[in-house]
Each structure stands twice: as C-alpha cells, then as structure tokens.
C-alpha cells in the first residue's frame, strides 16, 4: 500500500495519528519524570493549570449561559487548587477567580473563598482588587469587607486600612458583634496574630461555605502552633536563660514532646538572638 497516497486522502486520518503519537511521547515523558532516578524539578501545577477566558471573552462565549459557565470554572477553581501541588505555584489562580466574578457577579462563595486564598498564595493586590468588585457587586456581604480587613492586617501590615474594612462590616446588617470591636482593637494596633486568631474563629463559626471554613480552620490551626512554640521559646528562656538554638532543642530540653506542623504547609524557625518564632512557605 501506498501509505503517502493513503494519508493524503485522508487527512482526518494523518491528524489521528499525530495526536496518538503525542499522547505516546507525553506517557513516556511523565514515566521518565517520575520514575527516573535523576528527577528533574518541575512543577506539577504547570501541566493541570487551566487556561481562562477572559472576563468580556467569556461572557461571549457562554452565549448567554454564564451561569452555567461560571459554575464550571468555579469546579475548575477547586480542583485545581485542590488537586495541584501546595508548594508550587498557582499561576492561574488570580484569574479563575476573576472570570468566574465576571460571569456570575453576585456569586458570593468566589469572593469569600478568594480573599482567604489568593493572599496566602502571593496575590494580595487581586485580592484587594476581587474586593473592590465584590463590594460593588454584593454591598450587603459584611464578610467582603471583613476578610479585606484580614488582608490589611496580615499582608499589609496597614492596621488604619484595616480598621476601616472592619468598621465598614460592622454597619451591615448581619455582621457579628465582634466586628466593631475588631475595629477598635485594630486602631489601637493590638496584638497581630491573637486578632488574626479571633477572625479567623469568627470565619470558621459563621460562614456557610465548606471551602471557606476548611481554609480558616487551617489558619486556626497554624497559628496554634505558633502560640505553642512562642510559649515554650518562652519557657526556655525562663529555665535556661537564653533562647534556644533552634526548634530542635526544644524537643532535645523536654519543653515540647515535637515540633508542630502548620496545616498551611509553612515551616517555623526561631531567631536564637531575639526568640521570635518565624514562618516561612517550605
């Protein structure tokens, strides 16, 4: 048989058979990746990203489903986010949160959960800006403003501005008490992390989206550790007068059975000049 007449003839045919060559050399790629014993680094989140339309692009597309197209790129959101790996990097995070907001405007859970994410993640300016079009959009959502005060306080370390998102929370209907309070503490620039604790309490009890409450119970339980180790860096310089070396002899003095592990994946570290507990992303 002639297969260059074959083919020609066919060109269905010709692009069949370039795509299952593809998916040969991609299958042989990725067992190579993973099972070689000279791996090579590469990040996982950038074979799953998706690739989002954007805003106006999007609404084109649905052909007036936007709806439905943004509830498929919110499922979009959360597998990626959830099934990618946590210590790379999400470039398409920023992005899917603002399409989704595009197409579906009063879809509140998007900007809950963005706000308590994207920061974490490296993106504060969109978050700050998801805020921006989530208050125009949703002006009766006290949670907006109030995870923007969060934002404030803990990447921008700007307590006025936070003070002001929380106030602004505090005047629609439905916010919790302790959100007025929030505001006065946060003028008087009291203690960082014990608010950030309280806020992220207030999140874990009063928000309906399963999402959104996991994220904040991961903070909760991040900053437990840290108040844990601050404690007992604490001890130590009480028992031993200074502070200790690392986290390590902590564990070596008996002041603590381990090292706690941050549910956000950071790390701890101590500065054995000044005690202070730091966290970094591993």
Not at 115 to 139: F, N, R, T
């Amino acid at each position: 048989m002639n297969f260059k007449v074959f083919f020609g003839k066919k060109p269905a045919l010709v692009a069949l058979a370039m795509l299952v060559l593809a998916y040969i050399a991609q299958v042989n790629f990725d067992s190579w990746r993973f099972f070689s014993q000279k791996r090579i680094s590469v990040d996982l989140n950038v074979f799953i990203e998706p690739q989002p339309l954007g805003g106006e692009t999007a609404r084109l597309a649905s052909f007036g489903a936007r709806e439905f197209l943004a509830d498929w790129y919110w499922l979009t959101l959360i597998q990626y986010y959830g099934g990618g790996d946590p210590y790379g990097k999400y470039r398409k995070l920023a992005e899917l949160f603002d399409v989704v907001t595009d197409l579906s405007p009063k879809f509140v859970a998007p900007y809950q959960t963005g706000l308590l994410i994207l920061p974490g993640e490296g993106y504060v300016d969109e978050a700050l800006a998801l805020s921006e079009k989530g208050k125009q959009a949703l002006p009766g959502s006290w949670e907006i403003p109030y995870y923007t005060g969060l934002i404030y306080h803990r990447h921008k370390k700007d307590f006025a501005k936070a003070a002001q998102e929380f106030e602004q929370a505090a005047q629609i209907p439905d916010a919790p008490p302790s959100t007025k309070l929030f505001a006065g503490i946060y003028y008087k620039e009291a203690n960082q992390r014990r608010v950030a604790y309280e806020i992220f309490k207030t999140i874990y009890e009063t928000s309906q989206i399963e999402f959104t409450r996991d994220r904040a119970r991961r903070y909760i339980g991040h900053l437990d550790a840290y108040f844990l180790l601050e404690d007992a860096v604490g001890q130590f310089k009480q028992r031993f007068g200074r502070y200790p070396a690392s986290l390590d002899e902590l564990v070596a003095r008996r002041i603590i059975s381990t090292i706690p592990v941050s549910p956000l994946g950071q790390s701890f570290a101590v500065n054995p000049a000044t005690g202070e507990i730091t966290e970094s992303k591993r």
